[in-house]
């Protein structure tokens, strides 16, 4: 089986314009993890990643939601390598494809999971400006344990669900190669040996 890292990262920026969020503002504070191998979820501050190194670096690939454009570019702004050479796979990204639009995390665990996020990335910063870092941790391990059961779910049944007004919707997804697309695909740290 690939090993995959299924991760999430929380930000904090003093500049953010009618919602948008440049990732060049951003301040990394946490990343959260659940690592594939050991079925084990935990999370590294800014001062911790050197030892989140290793584990991305023997991943066959990363899972996220709004990765591609948010978490690996700021992750990469810490890594004293490249991170767009791990494989990844982003969620919205694959939801994006079928349904032309971009859908919140909170909506597709609601009605995929039965359960909502417990926060937000504004109220995460605020926790952290407060002191209230294992709070932080949480949240962010949070959002992984969401992330990391919808692309289960979606593995198991082709499909997320999402709130649209107040119908639930499916969202068929081709999952068929999602577990093993990035198993012939070199970990970052056999690629920089080749």
Known sequence: MPR??????????????????DVNEQELIVVGIHDSLTDEYTSFSREELPQLWPIIEHADFLIGFNSDSFDIPLLNRYYPGELSHVPSLDLLVEVQKVLGRRIRL???????????????????????????????????IEDVRITRE???????????????????????LDTTDWGTRFAETPSLTHALQL
Do not use: M, N, P
């Open 106 to 140: 909170q909506s597709l665990a609601e009605a995929t999971l039965g359960r909502g996020k417990s926060g937000d990335g504004l109220k995460a910063g605020q926790w952290w400006r407060e002191g209230q870092k294992d709070l932080v941790r949480q949240y962010c």
């Open 4 to 21: 995959a890292i299924t991760f999430d990262i929380e930000s904090i920026s003093d500049s953010v314009v009618r919602g948008h969020v």
């Open 150 to 172: 919808l692309y289960d779910y979606a593995i198991e049944h082709g499909k997320l669900k999402y709130k649209d007004l107040r119908e639930k919707r499916d969202i068929k």
